[in-house]
Every structure is written in C-alpha cells, then in structure tokens.
C-alpha cells in the first residue's frame, strides 16, 4: 500500500519545486545530475581534442581527468538507476492485486520450476555417478584381463623350462592382439624370494630362464619404453592397475597430453621366480568405443594432477609419435566434459595420484543399455513407466497453468475487496463515519465489509470512552498524589533517633499506611497497617484510618487501648470481606522503652544493639498476640482478650524493623518468597549500616530476589534504630516529626 506518511513532510519551497521537476532539473539542480552532465562533457570534450591531436595523443594528466569524468558520471548513473529502480517499484507493486499476482508467481510458478530442476539435477547426478562407475568398473576389468595374460604368459614360460621365451611371446602377442591390437608384452629379469628361499640362493628347478639378464618384448611398445625392472613394492601375487603417461611429465596437468595404460604385473608358480611379465593394454580409440558401446559412455580426455613433491606420484615419460587419441565428436543430446576423479599409480614407487576423467554421457543411450539388460519384457516395462512418468509430468504442468489462472481470478476478487475498504479507511481518516462500504459477497470478505460497517458506526463510542480512560487515569493520578501526601513527607528527627521508611504501592493506590505521631514528653508513636486489598477500595479505608489514629493518639497513651478503640470504631464501617492489620509502638526516650502491640499484623524484627562478647547480632522475631482490626465479631470482646501489649527497654545501637507482608512475601519468578527469616538474616548482617543505607539495602536484595517478576502487593517498611541512649530534655521537633520519606 502506498505509503501516507509522506504527506506528513514539510513541503519543498515552490522555487525549489520547480527547479528539481522532470529529467532536466534532475541533471542540473541535483548533484548525481550534475556529475553526470560534467562527465559527458569532459568526456566529449576529451573525445575532439583525441580527433584534433595528430595520433589521438594526449597528455597523461588529460587521461587522467577523463577517467575521473567517466567514474562520476558512472557512479552518478548508477544513483539515478537505483532511485529509478526503486520509484519503479514502489510504482508497480503500490496496488494489492500485482502483490498477489507476483507472491502467486514466487509461491506456485517458480517452487514448481525449482522442483522440475532440482528432478533433473537428480536424474543427472544419478546418471553421472552411475557412469563414472561404469568407466572405473570396465577399467577395473581391463587391468584384470592384462594380469591373467600376463599370468598366462609367465605359466607357458614356465611349463616351457624357460626355452624359446620369442616365440612363445610372439603367440601371446598375436592372439591378445586380436582383440587389443595395441597390446604390448614384456618379460623382465628379476631376483627375489617368494616362498622362503633367500635371494641370491639356487634357483629350483623351473625358475630359470633363458633371458640371462636382459628384458625379452613383444608387441609395438609405441607408448613408452619397457620396463627394464619391476619396481620392488610389486608383491609376488602380482599387480594390476592404471598408470598414466605423458610426453612431457612437467606438463601433466595439460589434459590433451595425459593417456592412461592398463598394466598387469604376473609372476611364474615359484618360490624363487627369475623373471616376471608385464602386459600393457592401451585405453585407445579401440577400448573407448568398446566402453562407449557397451555403456553408453565416452572417454574424452585424462588429466593428471600436477606432482607437488619427489615422492608423489608421476606419469610415466611418453615415446614420441604413434599413441595420440583422436578428439571426441559429440552428438547432440549427450552431456559433454563431466569430470569424475580417479586414481593412477607410479611405476616407480608404487605411490598413487589424483587424476581427473572427463567423460561425455548420452543418457537415451545409458538408459537403453541398461534396458537392454533386462530382456524384452523388462524394457518394455521400462518404457511404459517412462510414458507414465512423462504424462505426469504433462498433468503437472497442465495443473500449474490452471493454478497460475485461478490464482489471477483470486487476485482479482481479493483486491476488489481490498480496494473498497482502502477507501473506506481513507474516509474514516478524514473523520466521515458516515461512510457505509456496499457488501457484495457473502464469503468472508463479506463479511469484513460488515465488520468494517459496525466498527465505523461505533467509532466514536470507542473516541468517548478512550477520553474516559484518560479522564479516570488522571484522576488516579490525582489519587496517588493525594495519598502520598496522606504519609509523612520527611524523616523524624528525634535525638537519640535515627527513624527511616519508604511506602511502594503495587497500583496507583494502595492500602498500606504508616505515621510518626509526636505525643509529647519525649514519646512519639510508630504507626504500620496494611488493608486488606489493593487499590481504590483500600486507599479510602486507609484515609479513614489515618483520620481515626490521629484522633485517638491524643486520647490513648497505651499502644493497646490505641488498637481496642480503633477495632471498636472503625469495625462499624468495614464491609465484610475487608480487615486491617496494625503495629502500634509507642517510644519513650525518657524512660527508655519501647511499648508496642500487634493487631494481626506481621512480626516486627529486633536487632539488639549489644551481645554477648564474641558473637554476631542476630535477628529477634517479635510475635505477640492480636487479632486483625475490623472483624465484626462479639462486640470486639474476643479482640480484647487476644490482643498483648509488650515493653522492651531502648539500648544504644537497636534496630527495630516494621513492615508489611509486601516486603516478607515477594516473589520470584518461581513463585519462591523472600521470607521473614531471609530479611532477619540481611537486617542483621547489614544493621551497622545508617538507616537510609539499610533501607536502599534490603530494597535491592528484594530487587534483586524478585528478578522481573511484577509486584503483587504494597510493600511498606519502617526502620527505627537507637543512636544513643536516650536523655531528658529533647523534645520532639513536632514539624519535623510527621513523618519518613516516601519513594
């Protein structure tokens, strides 16, 4: 959809409109623009000044001004290309209908083409791999064919006692030649034991020869020389391999210069032979017409890795003239130059190389061969699942057409649809919730139309309440500011006091309370509750009871008397399911102690200022009596009777921590709470602290402990530490004394 944001922008001044509008000021009033047309200048003018000069010589530092004019007129082209490329498509796939149209191209179309490629890349691997093995094997069963000559040959020689060695290599030559006309043979002098007998011992009987020292041959031996010994890595059972050979060995990576051979390596039934036979067979234009017959493959051409050091392996140093190949003419319809890798050896040192096969394949002629094999009834098989496999490959293609043209008609219908409600959307934009869009189908499409109406119709009920939701957060906010300001705004200053405490509502406003109440005569009372509940609800009885403590510390000295009153009162005007915890303490400076009381509320935690002489502070879980404050139980009689009230005497350096059950039961992301016995233990070891770092510090380990778990309830907490022992004669700063500071 074409981007509306853009309307948004600051307009260009009307001068520079102008200016910048169609091709003309896009060349002269825009820096690409401009870099083009000074290249084509300077271009051209170096052109004429070429034309005049005699020669077309011109001096260096004018080339180099025309190759800095032709790479900014190129990198100026190449900006005007991409903002073209770019306005194009912005251009072209603005309307819906060609978004589909392309994501049905890319979606259908082309996975089917990719599927069709990647079924003919598996035919041709299949192919490829299966004639690469076909090429091996037949080579394979070449070397094997000149082994069993040249074992053949070593057997005649032997049976023959080593006498007329010519002839009979003349016969084996003759009758191999038939069928290799190149085959070459070779019987060579050797000293070496193969059933125990040392070397250099008596030969036994049939192991001599006639050669006395001398390599006897048959054949033409055009390729390269014959061997005058057998390399010692050649075992006794014999040797059958490739071997590569080249008219220049240097050259070995020049594919029109490596041939192979086929060598077999026999030795005569001996414990001490005197001579072994090689037979060389020639892969030439014979054996790869053979192989091309027989499995629809052709030998192109050999080359050899080139060797990286003295003991890789090398070809085999060529004879001049008589072994080249002729070039490979291939028809059309076969696959030319695919190389397979193979291995050759080295005659000398038996050690192997790398050499790459080119081949050309003719798959129809592959595929008949391999039918062939089968009989009559097996190819005719085989020719009706290849029908079949073409007519499914006919549907397949039948079936994307259709699909490519229902995906048209769908696109068609799609963005008619689409089109209607763009401009239904641009009309509620302007502000016409008037506008009704016409509902033509029944389908789901039809369905948004109708819902598209409804939503239009009910716009503005959406904008009234929206402004609601504003109004009823800021008064929230209000709310908030108001009950902060409820809670002392300082920390009390007291000599021989050091009294800090936070409140952190869960919601904008919460239920927890506590107060400082100066009582005079050096005594201030400490005051912490927690309404059951959270947010409006809460906050109100918690005005109220501020309203009711504040009233009732001016009648009542005792921290018992303080809460039975409360209970009494304020029990009346508690709905049923809501109670109030309190702790009420009341510090006398002048006396030293501290009275408290609890009504249900959590324990407070006592951190004596001395120990014995030795050991660590340890924490102390205050837990006297007391019911919640607000049941409605037996005129609060029950209250009464439960509720305790505790003196502990005031020493230099206590700690004394009230809090709500928002700090002890936080929890984790695993549902794990922090426990009053984890923030004994964190009080005590950190109550040498001062009080504002004490407090920071137990609000990061309850930080850290939570992770990013959200906050469930209000957490409120009071940290009352005695500086020094308290003495007459400090009253209490009544301004100062309202209270501890709130984050």
Not at 4 to 9: E, N, P, Y
Not at 607 to 630: F, H, K, T, Y
Not at 661 to 689: C, K, P, T, W
Request: hydrophobic share 45%; net charge negative; with cysteine.
């Amino acid at each position: 959809m074409r981007p509306t944001s853009r309307r948004a922008l600051p307009p260009l001044p009307p001068g520079a409109v102008e200016r910048r509008a169609g091709i003309r000021g896009a060349l002269l009033h825009t820096f690409p623009g401009r870099a083009i047309v000074i290249g084509l200048a300077v271009k051209i003018g170096v052109l004429l000044l070429r034309t005049a000069t005699p020669g077309g010589m011109v001096p260096s530092f004018v080339s180099v001004i025309e190759t800095v004019a032709g790479l900014a007129a190129a990198v100026g082209l190449t900006y005007f290309a991409a903002r073209l490329i770019v306005l194009a498509k912005r251009r072209l796939l603005w309307r819906v209908r060609r978004k589909l149209i392309l994501s049905y191209v890319f979606i259908g179309f082309v996975p089917a083409l990719l599927l069709v490629a990647f079924s003919l890349l598996c035919g041709f691997l299949l192919f490829y791999n299966f004639s690469s093995y076909l090429v091996q094997s037949r080579l394979r069963a070449l070397g094997e064919q000149a082994r069993f000559f040249a074992q053949s040959t070593a057997l005649e020689i032997q049976r023959g006692g080593g006498r007329d060695v010519a002839s009979i290599l003349a016969r084996r030559q003759a009758n191999g030649g038939a069928q290799f006309q190149d085959m070459s043979i070779a019987v060579v002098p050797v000293d070496r034991a193969c059933g125990g007998t040392p070397a250099g011992g008596p030969p036994p009987a049939g192991g001599a020869t006639a050669l006395s020292g001398r390599t006897l041959t048959s054949g033409p031996w055009k390729h390269v020389d014959p061997p005058g010994t057998i390399p010692g890595w050649i075992d006794c059972p014999g040797f059958s391999g490739i071997l590569a050979y080249s008219h220049d060995p240097d050259a070995a990576a020049d594919d029109a210069d490596t041939h192979l051979v086929v060598r077999g390596v026999a030795f005569p039934d001996s414990p001490h032979p005197g001579y072994g036979v090689v037979v060389d067979l020639l892969v030439d234009d014979t054996v790869r017409e053979q192989l091309r017959r027989e499995t629809g493959v052709e030998l192109k051409s050999v080359r050899a890795a080139p060797p990286r050091d003295a003991n890789a392996a090398q070809p085999l140093v060529a004879r001049d003239g008589g072994d080249e190949h002729r070039r490979v003419v291939l028809t059309p319809g076969i696959l030319n130059a695919l190389p397979s890798l193979m291995e050759y050896r080295d005659w000398k040192t038996g050690a192997t190389g790398p050499m790459t096969v080119t081949t050309a394949l003719s798959v129809a002629e592959l595929y008949d061969n391999i039918s062939a094999a089968q009989g009559s009834v097996g190819r005719t098989f085989g020719q009706g699942l290849l029908l079949v496999l073409f007519v499914i490959g006919a549907l397949f293609l039948i079936i994307e057409v259709m699909a490519l043209l229902a995906g048209f008609a769908l696109a068609k219908s799609l963005t008619g649809s689409v089109h209607q409600l763009f401009t239904g959307t641009e009309r509620v934009r302007q502000g016409d919730f008037t506008h009704k869009i016409e509902v033509n189908t029944e389908d789901q499409l039809g369905e948004l139309a109708g819902s598209f109406n409804s939503m239009t119709a009910s716009i503005e009920d959406l904008l009234r309440q929206a402004a609601e939701k504003r109004r009823l957060e800021e008064e929230l906010r209000i709310a908030h500011e108001i009950q902060m300001s409820l809670l002392p705004q300082g920390p009390l200053l007291m000599p021989g006091l050091s009294v800090t405490a936070l409140c952190v509502p869960a919601r904008e406003v919460g239920g927890d309370y506590y107060d400082f109440l100066p009582l005079g005569d050096e005594r201030v009372g400490v005051l912490i509750a927690d309404v059951s509940g959270k947010g409006t609800s809460a906050a109100l009885y918690m005005a109220e009871l501020k309203g009711l403590v504040l009233s009732l510390s001016e009648i009542h000295s005792s921290p018992r008397d303080l809460l039975i009153a409360a209970n009494r009162i304020i029990s009346h005007h508690l709905d049923a399911r809501s109670f109030i915890t309190m702790t009420y303490a009341v510090l006398d400076l002048r006396a030293r102690t501290m009275t408290y009381a609890r009504a249900g509320h959590t324990p407070l935690i006592y951190v004596p200022g001395v120990c014995a002489e030795g050991s660590a502070r340890e924490a102390q879980i205050l837990v006297p009596d007391g019911m919640v404050v607000g049941l409605k139980l037996d005129n609060g009689e029950m209250f009464t009777r439960h509720l305790v009230e505790e003196t502990i005497e005031l020493r230099p350096s206590d700690l004394y921590l009230l809090f709500t059950d928002g700090i002890s039961e936080a929890m984790n992301s695993r549902d794990d709470l922090f426990g009053e016995n984890r923030l004994g233990q964190l009080v005590a070891a950190h109550a040498h602290l001062p009080s504002e770092e004490l407090r920071e510090r137990v609000l990061r380990e309850i930080s850290a402990f939570v992770g990013d778990a959200p906050q469930h309830d209000d957490m409120t907490m009071i940290l009352v530490k005695v500086d020094e022992a308290a003495s007459g004669g400090h009253p209490v700063d009544a301004e100062l004394a309202e209270g501890a500071q709130v984050r």
